[in-house]
């Protein structure tokens, strides 16, 4: 731990957004909810906190992960994935049910782990090769010009070189090469600068991926092992260098990106990523829930206990190894979500309810809620159907009575059929603009308005209707 002073600089891992600054941001894309928001945004603040304290107290302080229980459809998700943009730190999102999966034998908890650093080594890399790009760029340029003016041949006339006079011949092309080339050089890079050959056409060398190669083995076993063994394969390959005609501006780009690659070291990436991973990585534990057994158990409990009892030392802090390095868990903070509408925290083993000693409730939602969620998200649902349509030339506007009377039917159906939340507002709002969107091209009028009567027109009758209405909203 000693080595972390020495740790090369990253701004992965040290976001200074304030709680507030936070919250502010997830207020963007989620209604409501802001107990959840506060917990999440104290539990990043206290990253950056723990980053300043000194000594042995830094190693001491471990994060408190955060339990986030609510029925579905209420943002839980959604929190996790604002969250994972909002943050410029390692964030891996996964689903504690893909480890029950019947029949995916391998597929075990520590790659949680490993795709974390997978994702930590990703970020570091990203930022070393941004911080060389200007570098990249110019040895890029170089290289579109030797493809339009070749460096000249040490000797053009083989048989020369096997006759005789051939180091006459050759020091005396050299000399007329010479100038000519440098000049000529010199004028396509003056072109090459004010942007005149981007269009041209060029033949280049490009670094094939072994990628393909390897996807044959995905899904066998081979997959369960490790990135490690898919690696080998993939270097053992030998990188194929193809021929592809690209425009000069293409070419800029793969070169650029081929010359950041051989700027930066990838070793000192690696030891940076797995400390930020250690440090500052997040983990999304999503329908945790659903690996929570109630009562009896059968033989799917089994494996959903064993699930559990797999995921607790990670939680609990260990060492799993991945291709990267060794990672300690220890400090990587676990955010965990469920619906828990069978099963309860309660029904988790004891000792993983103790690792998530922040419990924080997501209510649910309400008319009001809905009505907002309908319109001030930046991604607010009706925004998008506006801007679906505005690509066929239709406006389309909603009333302030419709929208209330979207909301309220939204409520009407979760409380009759089943209480899906939000999600509840797509399959409304889907069936609603469904002669809208089939007839956009066509429509003479090209400004659509709904108002409460085309909402009841549309709906009334489906919602009326329990037995339609649980097949189709
Ligand atoms: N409070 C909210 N504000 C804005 N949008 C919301 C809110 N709650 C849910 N949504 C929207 O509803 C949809 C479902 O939400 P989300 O995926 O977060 O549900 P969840 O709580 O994870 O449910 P589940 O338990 O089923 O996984 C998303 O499209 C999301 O944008
Ligand atoms: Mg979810």
Same mark, same amino acid.
């Given at each position: 731990?000693?080595?972390?002073?020495?740790?090369?600089?990253?701004?992965?891992?040290?976001?200074?957004?304030?709680?507030?600054?936070?919250?502010?941001?997830?207020?963007?894309?989620?209604?409501?909810?802001? =107990?959840?928001?506060?917990?999440?945004?104290?539990?990043?603040?206290?990253?950056?906190?723990?980053?300043?304290?000194?000594?042995?107290?830094?190693?001491?302080?471990?994060?408190?992960?955060?339990?986030?229980?609510?029925?579905?459809?209420?943002?839980?998700?959604?929190?996790?994935?604002?969250?994972?943009?909002?943050?410029?730190?390692?964030?891996?999102?996964?689903?504690?049910?893909?480890?029950?999966?019947?029949?995916?034998?391998?597929?075990?908890?520590?790659?949680?782990?490993?795709?974390?650093?997978?994702?930590?080594?990703?970020?570091?890399?990203?930022?070393?090769?941004?911080?060389?790009?200007?570098?990249?760029?110019?040895?890029?340029?170089?290289?579109?010009?030797?493809?339009?003016?070749?460096?000249?041949?040490?000797?053009?006339?083989?048989?020369?070189?096997?006759?005789?006079?051939?180091?006459?011949?050759?020091?005396?092309?050299?000399?007329?090469?010479?100038?000519?080339?440098?000049?000529?050089?010199?004028?396509?890079?003056?072109?090459?600068?004010?942007?005149?050959?981007?269009?041209?056409?060029?033949?280049?060398?490009?670094?094939?991926?072994?990628?393909?190669?390897?996807?044959?083995?995905?899904?066998?076993?081979?997959?369960?092992?490790?990135?490690?063994?898919?690696?080998?394969?993939?270097?053992?390959?030998?990188?194929?260098?193809?021929?592809?005609?690209?425009?000069?501006?293409?070419?800029?780009?793969?070169?650029?990106?081929?010359?950041?690659?051989?700027?930066?070291?990838?070793?000192?990436?690696? =030891?940076?990523?797995?400390?930020?991973?250690?440090?500052?990585?997040?983990?999304?534990?999503?329908?945790?829930?659903?690996?929570?057994?109630?009562?009896?158990?059968?033989?799917?409990?089994?494996?959903?206990?064993?699930?559990?009892?797999?995921?607790?030392?990670?939680?609990?802090?260990?060492?799993?190894?991945?291709?990267?390095?060794?990672?300690?868990?220890?400090?990587?903070?676990?955010?965990?979500?469920?619906?828990?509408?069978?099963?309860?925290?309660?029904?988790?083993?004891?000792?993983?309810?103790?690792?998530?000693?922040?419990?924080?409730?997501?209510?649910?939602?309400?008319?009001?809620?809905?009505?907002?969620?309908?319109?001030?998200?930046?991604?607010?649902?009706?925004?998008?159907?506006?801007?679906?349509?505005?690509?066929?030339?239709?406006?389309?506007?909603?009333?302030?009575?419709?929208?209330?009377?979207?909301?309220?039917?939204?409520?009407?159906?979760?409380?009759?059929?089943?209480?899906?939340?939000?999600?509840?507002?797509?399959?409304?709002?889907?069936?609603?603009?469904?002669?809208?969107?089939?007839?956009?091209?066509?429509?003479?009028?090209?400004?659509?308005?709904?108002?409460?009567?085309?909402?009841?027109?549309?709906?009334?009758?489906?919602?009326?209707?329990?037995?339609?209405?649980?097949?189709?909203?």
């Amino acid at each position: 731990m000693e080595a972390s002073e020495n740790t090369p600089v990253t701004e992965i891992g040290t976001n200074e957004q304030t709680p507030r600054q936070i919250v502010e941001e997830l207020d963007k894309y989620i209604i409501g909810q802001d =107990e959840a928001k506060r917990s999440v945004a104290i539990a990043l603040r206290n990253r950056w906190r723990s980053r300043k304290l000194e000594g042995p107290m830094r190693d001491e302080v471990i994060p408190k992960n955060i339990l986030m229980i609510g029925s579905t459809g209420v943002g839980k998700t959604e929190i996790a994935r604002r969250l994972a943009k909002l943050v410029k730190a390692p964030f891996i999102k996964v689903e504690a049910t893909k480890f029950t999966e019947v029949g995916y034998v391998g597929r075990d908890v520590e790659s949680i782990v490993r795709d974390l650093a997978e994702t930590a080594v990703r970020m570091v890399r990203q930022e070393r090769m941004d911080s060389v790009q200007e570098k990249a760029k110019e040895l890029a340029e170089e290289r579109i010009l030797d493809v339009f003016v070749p460096q000249p041949k040490k000797s053009q006339n083989p048989l020369g070189r096997l006759f005789g006079n051939a180091e006459e011949d050759d020091e005396k092309e050299e000399k007329d090469e010479k100038p000519k080339y440098q000049a000529g050089r010199e004028w396509v890079r003056k072109r090459l600068k004010n942007g005149e050959l981007e269009k041209e056409l060029i033949e280049i060398d490009v670094e094939e991926s072994s990628r393909p190669m390897v996807g044959m083995f995905a899904g066998s076993s081979l997959e369960g092992m490790g990135d490690n063994i898919q690696d080998m394969i993939g270097n053992l390959m030998p990188k194929n260098r193809k021929k592809r005609k690209v425009t000069v501006e293409q070419a800029r780009k793969i070169f650029t990106q081929e010359e950041a690659g051989k700027l930066i070291d990838m070793d000192e990436v690696a =030891e940076t990523a797995i400390k930020v991973a250690e440090r500052s990585g997040i983990v999304f534990l999503d329908e945790i829930d659903k690996v929570a057994v109630k009562g009896n158990s059968n033989g799917a409990d089994v494996s959903r206990e064993g699930v559990q009892r797999d995921i607790l030392p990670i939680v609990e802090g260990s060492q799993v190894s991945t291709k990267y390095g060794p990672v300690k868990t220890d400090h990587v903070l676990f955010i965990a979500a469920g619906a828990f509408h069978i099963a309860k925290p309660s029904d988790l083993i004891p000792e993983l309810q103790g690792r998530f000693p922040i419990r924080v409730e997501l209510k649910s939602l309400r008319k009001e809620d809905f009505e907002r969620i309908l319109t001030e998200p930046q991604n607010a649902l009706i925004k998008q159907y506006q801007a679906m349509l505005a690509t066929e030339g239709v406006e389309l506007e909603f009333k302030e009575s419709a929208i209330s009377r979207i909301a309220q039917l939204a409520c009407d159906v979760n409380e009759q059929s089943e209480d899906i939340g939000a999600r509840r507002l797509h399959t409304l709002l889907e069936k609603l603009l469904e002669d809208v969107s089939f007839d956009a091209p066509e429509l003479q009028d090209k400004h659509v308005v709904i108002d409460e009567a085309y909402v009841d027109d549309r709906l009334h009758d489906i919602v009326q209707n329990h037995d339609l209405s649980q097949f189709i909203l």
